[in-house]
């Protein structure tokens, strides 16, 4: 489409999965850090109403005015709720826990699954507003509308799975949905790539989970495994990415690396497009 083509257009990726807990925050988190800390301009969307992206950004509740709930109701532009974070080059779209009562006001709307896509469109349409080279959208625990709206808005999806025993399982069910949306929806829409968290290096089965989840969807998972590392779950209670907390971290460098696995698939799949 042009839109993906056109140089500047931002790359706009959602981070879904059904489960909780499996590193969907974190990652939007640190991932748009990381990306900040090499050059791009980032955006993260939180669409999760417990809003711990934008605390862990350094977004303070009182200080949440307007946020996505307004702008999915149509009631403020993307551009309105955006703030700055704590972390240069890397603004904010902060949620509150308004936006758990969304799905039933917006229901019966018939443009209910898009109305995040036509507010990313308004904000990248407007010239004289900022421009970011990535827009990461931190998706709620659930195959909802809201996650629907993330995922007609994006050009990708990218799925943490947790190193667990049962990390496999949902990853259909989420496949399926990001089919329906395909069909329905949007039809640009891709798989970016499924990125391993909390990998446990003094417990087997986590080598046995990345070697099964690496056998099941081959090169769609990144090379870069996310470490266990208790600096990545204590930073947000500093309002801090890890990457600011502690860079030196493993939690920090592996970030880093994903930061650069992105941003080389993104080379790869443009330079395939204009071939
Ligand atoms: P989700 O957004 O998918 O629900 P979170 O990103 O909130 O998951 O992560 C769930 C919990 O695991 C949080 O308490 C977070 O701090 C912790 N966590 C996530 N990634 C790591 C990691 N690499 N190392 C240690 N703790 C982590
Ligand atoms: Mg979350």
Same mark, same amino acid.
């Given at each position: 489409?042009?839109?993906?083509?056109?140089?500047?257009?931002?790359?706009?990726?959602?981070?879904?999965?059904? @489960?909780?807990?499996?590193?969907? +925050? +974190?990652?939007?988190?640190?991932?748009?850090?990381?990306?900040?800390?090499?050059?791009? +301009?980032?955006?993260?969307?939180?669409?999760?109403?417990?809003?711990?992206?934008?605390?862990? %950004?350094?977004?303070?509740?009182?200080?949440? @005015?307007?946020?996505?709930? $307004?702008?999915?109701?149509?009631?403020?532009?993307?551009?309105?709720?955006?703030?700055?974070?704590?972390?240069?080059?890397?603004?904010?779209?902060?949620? +509150?826990?308004? %936006?758990?009562?969304?799905?039933?006001?917006?229901?019966?709307?018939? $443009?209910?699954? =898009?109305?995040?896509?036509? &507010?990313?469109?308004?904000?990248?349409?407007?010239?004289?507003?900022?421009?970011?080279?990535?827009?990461?959208?931190?998706?709620?625990?659930?195959?909802?509308?809201?996650?629907?709206? !993330?995922?007609?808005?994006?050009?990708?999806?990218?799925?943490?799975?947790?190193?667990?025993?049962? &990390?496999?399982?949902?990853?259909?069910? %989420?496949?399926?949905?990001?089919?329906?949306?395909?069909?329905?929806?949007?039809?640009?829409?891709?798989?970016?790539?499924?990125?391993?968290?909390?990998?446990?290096?003094?417990?087997?089965?986590?080598?046995?989970?990345? &070697?099964?989840?690496?056998? =099941?969807?081959?090169? @769609?998972?990144?090379?870069?495994?996310?470490?266990?590392?208790?600096?990545?779950?204590?930073?947000?209670?500093?309002?801090?990415?890890?990457?600011?907390? $502690?860079? @030196?971290?493993?939690?920090?460098?592996?970030?880093?690396?994903?930061?650069?696995?992105?941003?080389?698939?993104?080379?790869?799949?443009?330079? !395939?497009?204009?071939?």
């Amino acid at each position: 489409s042009p839109r993906s083509g056109a140089p500047g257009a931002p790359r706009i990726l959602a981070l879904a999965n059904q @489960k909780g807990g499996v590193g969907k +925050t +974190t990652t939007a988190i640190n991932l748009g850090t990381a990306l900040a800390a090499i050059g791009e +301009t980032v955006l993260v969307i939180d669409l999760d109403p417990q809003g711990n992206a934008s605390t862990g %950004l350094g977004i303070d509740r009182r200080a949440r @005015k307007l946020s996505t709930y $307004d702008v999915l109701c149509g009631e403020a532009t993307l551009r309105d709720a955006i703030q700055e974070s704590g972390v240069p080059q890397l603004h904010v779209a902060p949620s +509150t826990l308004d %936006l758990s009562g969304l799905e039933l006001e917006i229901a019966n709307e018939r $443009d209910r699954a =898009f109305r995040l896509r036509n &507010a990313v469109k308004a904000l990248t349409e407007d010239e004289s507003g900022p421009r970011y080279s990535y827009i990461l959208i931190d998706c709620p625990p659930s195959l909802s509308l809201i996650t629907v709206n !993330a995922m007609a808005a994006a050009h990708a999806i990218v799925v943490p799975l947790q190193c667990e025993f049962f &990390a496999l399982e949902g990853l259909s069910q %989420l496949l399926k949905t990001v089919e329906q949306v395909r069909t329905g929806l949007n039809p640009g829409l891709s798989i970016h790539g499924i990125v391993l968290t909390m990998f446990d290096a003094r417990n087997n089965l986590s080598e046995q989970v990345v &070697a099964d989840v690496r056998q =099941f969807m081959g090169d @769609k998972v990144y090379e870069t495994v996310i470490p266990r590392n208790v600096r990545v779950s204590e930073a947000p209670s500093y309002g801090k990415p890890v990457l600011l907390y $502690d860079l @030196k971290c493993a939690g920090s460098q592996a970030y880093l690396r994903l930061a650069s696995e992105v941003i080389q698939r993104e080379r790869a799949a443009r330079a !395939a497009a204009a071939a």
